[in-house]
């Protein structure tokens, strides 16, 4: 579904006037969207956030590669984009890398770092452009192809025609039940009622999600949307 119809389908709900399809470019950079239109927006993308973080969606999920460099200890492993890391493996050696902390690294590399084959790997801060860093232990001694795989949340929606990535009918309810409480026009009754739908639907997508891997099946759902 649509950024477009994500937000229509709140709107209907609400009894509120729907976006043409007319808009086209940024939502915040349109003369055809209301105010009002413009806040469900950002209400469904608060929704759609929630959502990401309660699973790992397998729509989210994506490997990304590192090669390795003689020396070289530290590796860029996103581009600015929140990430969770599912695994990690040595292409060359089959050997899985062990996730520890940074206390760890540093203690290790006394009187000097480690080298061989990478071992253990752990978060080390981002760079300027907030690509997240790893580094990785022992220092490897030559060249690795280092397989990440990991859950990266998908960019905020902000034109017309992107679409979202994991399931609408949660992220629907979930900006609905926000936007009635935004109102404030129930005392929360209503609002309550639809939040406590939005996370019966959240169940039931991450059931579903969950059946489609035969290992991945640990899940939790909290309770507010």
């Not at 950002?42 to 090669?67: C, F, G, P, Q, Y």
Request: no cysteine; net charge negative; charged share 25%.
């Amino acid at each position: 579904m649509t950024y477009r119809e994500l937000i229509n389908q709140v709107l209907i709900r609400l009894r509120e006037d729907t976006i043409s399809s007319d808009w086209s470019g940024n939502i915040n950079d349109s003369s055809v969207i209301s105010a009002y239109q413009k806040v469900i927006g950002s209400l469904v993308n608060d929704a759609k956030r929630s959502m990401e973080e309660r699973h790992d969606w397998l729509n989210l999920r994506e490997t990304v590669d590192i090669s390795t460099v003689n020396g070289t200890k530290n590796y860029n492993l996103s581009s600015g984009q929140e990430i969770k890391i599912i695994d990690s493996i040595n292409n060359d050696t089959g050997m899985h890398l062990r996730q520890v902390s940074k206390v760890y690294i540093n203690t290790v590399k006394y009187p000097s770092d480690p080298t061989g084959e990478p071992l253990y790997y752990g978060f080390n801060g981002s760079d300027a452009s907030n690509n997240l860093k790893v580094d990785l232990s022992p220092v490897p001694t030559e060249a690795h192809t280092i397989s990440f795989d990991i859950v990266k949340y998908q960019d905020e929606l902000a034109t017309a025609t992107t679409v979202l990535k994991v399931p609408s009918k949660p992220v629907i309810l979930g900006a609905w039940a926000r936007a009635i409480a935004e109102r404030g026009e129930d005392g929360g009754t209503q609002s309550s009622i639809m939040a406590n739908e939005a996370n019966e639907a959240l169940k039931q997508a991450i059931m579903l999600d969950s059946g489609n891997t035969t290992y991945e099946t640990d899940w939790f759902v909290e309770t507010n949307v």
